[in-house]
């Protein structure tokens, strides 16, 4: 039994994503002042049709940590890549998926 090839074209260089779309994408940090500001100013560098309306927030149990999910409009696999480095870069972001 022989193992089917695999396409030499690139698989990773294929997005899932159809641009433009909306697409949340979950922050995660400590809950102090500022945090969610920060968020938010860096999903409008990354989209400048970002509106505060697109922010969730969500509690920890314990009240230690804050959910912040933002939906930007995704314009390609670049600014999404760029936007998630930036977030995860961030002294106050914990996690981002």
């Avoid at 969610?36 to 560098?45: F, P, T, W």
């Avoid at 505060?52 to 149990?61: F, G, K, Q, T």
């Amino acid at each position: 039994m022989t193992s089917p090839s695999i396409p030499s074209k690139n698989i990773g260089a294929e997005s899932l994503i159809e641009y433009p779309s909306l697409f949340p994408i979950k922050v995660m940090g400590l809950k102090v002042d500022g945090y969610v500001d920060a968020v938010r100013a860096i999903a409008e560098q990354f989209d400048p049709t970002f509106n505060e309306a697109n922010i969730e927030l969500r509690e920890s149990s314990g009240g230690k940590y804050l959910g912040v999910t933002i939906t930007v409009t995704a314009t390609s696999r670049e600014q999404l890549d760029d936007l998630y480095r930036t977030l995860s870069s961030h002294p106050m972001v914990k996690v981002v998926l």
